[in-house]
C-alpha cells in the first residue's frame, strides 16, 4: 500500500513540477497562449507541422486585440510584443533595461561563437563619453567593440570593400558565361556559393571561386558550420533551457575543429600582412585600424537607400577610438559576419529572384533601371551607381520586408521594467529582471495593419514617396536598435 501511495505521490509531484513554469503568465494576470507539456507552444514546429516562420505567424495572430501577451519557448517564459511601440522602448528607448539577447551561445563552451557582439552581453554603465562614443565602466566589450565596428560600414569603408565584391560577381557571371545550352541549377546552391566568396574575400582576406573549385575547404567548411542538424539542435536547445549541463558535458554548438580553421586563416593572414606590410580593403584590415585607434566615423551623411543601415548619432563618431582587440576578437567578429551573412543573403537572393520571376514587370522595369545605369557609367558598376538605383533599393526593401532573414529576434531584461496600461482590457505590468521579450518580425511584416495586401510583392511600398506611411518599428529585416545587425548595410 506504501508503495503505490509513493507512486502516486511522485507523480503528482512530477506532474505539478512539469506544468508550474506554463503558468508563469497567468499568475501575472497576462494572457497566454495555451501551452503544451514539455513544448510549451513549439510543439508543431517538432512535430514538423509548420515551418518557424509559419509559427510565429500562428503565435502573432493568437491574440488579436492585444499588444503583448505571454508564449513558451519550451519552459521559456516568453513576452511576446506586438506594437511598434512597445518594439520600440524595448529595443532603443530602454536599452539599458534591454541590452542582451536570450544566451545561446556560452562562453565556457563556444568561445568563439560566444566573443561575436551579437551574441556579447554588455551592461550599460555610462562612465562617460570619448570621441562621441560611449565609455563604459567594467569593461564591457560589447559596447567597445560595437563602437569601433560601426565606422567600419560607413560608405567610404564599403567603396574600399566594393571592389572586392566586384570581383566575385564577376567570377560568378563569367563562370554561367562559359555554359553552352540551357542551364539548369539550383538557385540556392549557386547563390550560397557566392556569399562565401563574397565573405571570405571581405571577412577573411581570401580569395575563393566556389562555383568552379566547388570542393574548396572554405566552402566546405563553411556548410559545416551553418548546417542545422538534429544533433546541433540539441546542443543549442540545451545551452538555452539548461545552461549548467551544457558547460559540465561540453555541449558546443561549433565543432571545435571549425572554430580552429577560421581561428587561424586570421591569425596566419594578420601574420602575413605584418610581415609583408600588405594591405587589402577588407574587415581583418578595418578590424586592426580599429585596434590601433585610426580607424572613425569620416563620412557621416553619405548613406543612402531606405535598406541601409542608420546608426544612432552616439556612434557615429568623428573622433577614433582605439578599442584593445585581440586576434581572437577578430576571428569571432569575421566569423559572427560568415554566420550571419552565409546563408541569410543567398537566401534573400533567392526570393528576390523569384519574386522577380513571377513579377515580369517589376523585373523589366528593374532590368530598364539598371540598363540605364550602365548605358551612362560606360557599362561599369561602380560604388556610386548601385547607391543611385533607386528602384533596386525599392526591391530588395520589399524583398526583406516580405522574406524577412530572420523571422524573429528577442531581448532579455536585465533589470525590473513596467508596461502601462493603454487598452481598455488591460492593467499597468511589472516585470521582473530576466524576462525575455519575443519581437516577431515574419508577421509584423505580414499584417495588413502595417502593409495593405502585404501577400502582394510591391516595391512601391519604398518609393521615397510613400516612406512616410511606414510606421517605425514595422520594417525590421535587420533587428532594430543598437543590438541589431551591424552588418545591414554591406548585405
Same mark, same amino acid.
Given at each position: 500500500?506504501?508503495?503505490?501511495?509513493?507512486?502516486?505521490?511522485?507523480?503528482?509531484?512530477?506532474?505539478?513540477?512539469?506544468?508550474?513554469?506554463?503558468?508563469?503568465? /497567468?499568475?501575472?494576470? $497576462?494572457?497566454?497562449?495555451?501551452?503544451?507539456?514539455?513544448?510549451?507552444?513549439?510543439?508543431?514546429?517538432? &512535430?514538423?507541422?509548420?515551418?518557424?516562420?509559419?509559427?510565429?505567424?500562428?503565435?502573432?495572430?493568437?491574440?488579436?486585440?492585444?499588444?503583448? @501577451?505571454?508564449?513558451?519557448?519550451?519552459?521559456?517564459?516568453?513576452? !511576446?510584443? /506586438?506594437?511598434?511601440?512597445?518594439?520600440?522602448?524595448?529595443?532603443?528607448?530602454?536599452?539599458?533595461?534591454?541590452?542582451?539577447?536570450?544566451?545561446?551561445?556560452?562562453?565556457? !563552451?563556444?568561445?568563439?561563437?560566444?566573443?561575436?557582439?551579437?551574441?556579447? /552581453?554588455?551592461?550599460?554603465?555610462?562612465?562617460?563619453?570619448?570621441?562621441?562614443?560611449?565609455?563604459?565602466?567594467?569593461?564591457?566589450?560589447? +559596447?567597445?567593440?560595437?563602437?569601433?565596428?560601426?565606422?567600419?560600414?560607413?560608405?567610404?569603408?564599403?567603396?574600399?570593400?566594393?571592389?572586392?565584391?566586384?570581383?566575385?560577381a564577376q567570377q560568378f557571371v563569367e563562370y554561367f558565361e562559359n555554359q553552352t545550352g540551357v542551364i539548369t541549377l539550383e538557385m540556392k546552391d549557386a547563390f550560397t556559393r557566392y556569399t562565401n566568396d563574397v565573405i571570405g574575400s571581405t571577412a577573411f582576406g581570401i580569395t575563393c571561386n566556389s562555383l568552379?573549385?566547388?570542393?574548396?575547404?572554405?566552402?566546405?567548411?563553411?556548410? *559545416?558550420?551553418?548546417?542545422?542538424?538534429? @544533433?546541433?539542435?540539441?546542443?543549442?536547445?540545451? *545551452?538555452?533551457?539548461?545552461?549548467?549541463?551544457?558547460? $559540465?558535458? *561540453? #555541449?558546443?554548438?561549433?565543432?571545435?575543429?571549425?572554430?580552429?580553421?577560421?581561428?587561424?586563416?586570421?591569425?596566419?593572414?594578420?601574420?602575413?600582412?605584418?610581415?609583408?606590410?600588405?594591405?587589402?580593403?577588407?574587415?581583418? +584590415?578595418? #578590424? %586592426?585600424?580599429?585596434?590601433?585607434?585610426? #580607424?572613425?566615423?569620416?563620412?557621416?551623411?553619405?548613406?543612402?537607400g531606405f535598406a541601409i543601415a542608420q546608426e544612432s548619432e552616439a556612434r557615429k563618431s568623428h573622433g577614433a577610438l582605439k578599442a584593445s582587440i585581440t586576434d581572437e576578437d577578430i576571428a569571432a567578429q569575421a566569423f559572427s559576419f560568415f554566420l550571419a551573412g552565409f546563408d541569410t543573403s543567398a537566401t534573400?537572393?533567392?526570393?528576390?529572384?523569384?519574386?522577380?520571376?513571377?513579377?515580369?514587370?517589376?523585373?523589366?522595369?528593374? *532590368?530598364?533601371?539598371?540598363?540605364?545605369? #550602365?548605358?551612362?557609367?560606360?557599362?561599369?558598376?561602380?560604388?556610386?551607381? !548601385?547607391?543611385?538605383?533607386?528602384? %533596386?533599393?525599392?526591391?530588395?526593401?520589399?524583398?526583406?520586408?516580405?522574406?524577412?532573414?530572420?523571422?524573429?529576434?528577442? &531581448?532579455?531584461?536585465?533589470?525590473? @521594467?513596467? $508596461?502601462?496600461?493603454?487598452?481598455? +482590457?488591460?492593467?499597468?505590468?511589472?516585470?521582473?529582471?530576466?524576462?525575455?521579450?519575443?519581437?516577431?518580425?515574419?508577421?509584423? +511584416?505580414?499584417?495588413?495593419?502595417?502593409?495593405?495586401?502585404?501577400?502582394?510583392?510591391?516595391?512601391?511600398?519604398?518609393?521615397?514617396?510613400?516612406?512616410?506611411?511606414?510606421?517605425?518599428?514595422?520594417?525590421?529585416?535587420?533587428?532594430?536598435?543598437?543590438?541589431?545587425?551591424?552588418?545591414?548595410?554591406?548585405?
Amino acid at each position: 500500500m506504501f508503495f503505490y501511495i509513493a507512486i502516486i505521490v511522485l507523480i503528482y509531484v512530477l506532474v505539478h513540477a512539469l506544468w508550474q513554469p506554463f503558468k508563469y503568465w /497567468k499568475r501575472r494576470n $497576462i494572457p497566454q497562449l495555451k501551452p503544451t507539456p514539455l513544448v510549451g507552444n513549439f510543439g508543431p514546429l517538432l &512535430r514538423r507541422q509548420c515551418s518557424i516562420a509559419e509559427l510565429v505567424q500562428d503565435i502573432y495572430n493568437s491574440h488579436p486585440n492585444h499588444r503583448y @501577451f505571454g508564449a513558451y519557448q519550451f519552459f521559456l517564459p516568453t513576452l !511576446v510584443l /506586438k506594437d511598434p511601440e512597445l518594439i520600440k522602448k524595448v529595443a532603443v528607448k530602454e536599452f539599458d533595461t534591454f541590452p542582451e539577447h536570450r544566451t545561446v551561445a556560452l562562453e565556457e !563552451v563556444d568561445s568563439l561563437l560566444a566573443s561575436n557582439i551579437f551574441f556579447m /552581453k554588455g551592461k550599460r554603465r555610462r562612465a562617460g563619453v570619448m570621441g562621441g562614443c560611449y565609455r563604459f565602466a567594467g569593461g564591457e566589450k560589447w +559596447h567597445v567593440l560595437r563602437c569601433a565596428l560601426s565606422p567600419a560600414f560607413t560608405s567610404s569603408k564599403l567603396k574600399a570593400m566594393f571592389a572586392l565584391m566586384q570581383e566575385c560577381a564577376q567570377q560568378f557571371v563569367e563562370y554561367f558565361e562559359n555554359q553552352t545550352g540551357v542551364i539548369t541549377l539550383e538557385m540556392k546552391d549557386a547563390f550560397t556559393r557566392y556569399t562565401n566568396d563574397v565573405i571570405g574575400s571581405t571577412a577573411f582576406g581570401i580569395t575563393c571561386n566556389s562555383l568552379k573549385d566547388r570542393d574548396n575547404t572554405f566552402y566546405a567548411m563553411g556548410l *559545416q558550420a551553418t548546417s542545422i542538424t538534429l @544533433f546541433r539542435g540539441l546542443r543549442v536547445f540545451m *545551452q538555452t533551457i539548461s545552461p549548467r549541463l551544457a558547460k $559540465i558535458f *561540453q #555541449l558546443s554548438i561549433v565543432p571545435k575543429f571549425i572554430e580552429t580553421y577560421f581561428v587561424n586563416i586570421i591569425r596566419e593572414s594578420i601574420s602575413i600582412r605584418k610581415e609583408k606590410g600588405i594591405v587589402r580593403p577588407d574587415m581583418i +584590415h578595418l #578590424l %586592426l585600424e580599429a585596434r590601433q585607434g585610426r #580607424l572613425k566615423y569620416d563620412d557621416v551623411g553619405e548613406d543612402s537607400g531606405f535598406a541601409i543601415a542608420q546608426e544612432s548619432e552616439a556612434r557615429k563618431s568623428h573622433g577614433a577610438l582605439k578599442a584593445s582587440i585581440t586576434d581572437e576578437d577578430i576571428a569571432a567578429q569575421a566569423f559572427s559576419f560568415f554566420l550571419a551573412g552565409f546563408d541569410t543573403s543567398a537566401t534573400a537572393m533567392c526570393f528576390a529572384a523569384y519574386e522577380l520571376a513571377v513579377n515580369c514587370d517589376i523585373q523589366r522595369r528593374l *532590368q530598364s533601371e539598371i540598363d540605364t545605369s #550602365l548605358a551612362s557609367n560606360q557599362g561599369e558598376i561602380t560604388f556610386e551607381a !548601385v547607391l543611385g538605383l533607386a528602384y %533596386l533599393d525599392q526591391v530588395v526593401s520589399e524583398t526583406l520586408r516580405k522574406w524577412p532573414p530572420i523571422t524573429f529576434t528577442d &531581448r532579455k531584461s536585465v533589470a525590473p @521594467f513596467t $508596461i502601462e496600461a493603454k487598452l481598455p +482590457h488591460e492593467q499597468t505590468t511589472h516585470f521582473e529582471a530576466g524576462t525575455v521579450c519575443w519581437i516577431p518580425i515574419y508577421a509584423i +511584416h505580414r499584417d495588413s495593419l502595417y502593409y495593405p495586401n502585404p501577400g502582394v510583392f510591391d516595391p512601391e511600398r519604398f518609393h521615397k514617396d510613400n516612406l512616410h506611411k511606414i510606421k517605425p518599428g514595422t520594417y525590421l529585416p535587420f533587428g532594430m536598435g543598437p543590438k541589431n545587425c551591424i552588418g545591414e548595410s554591406i548585405e
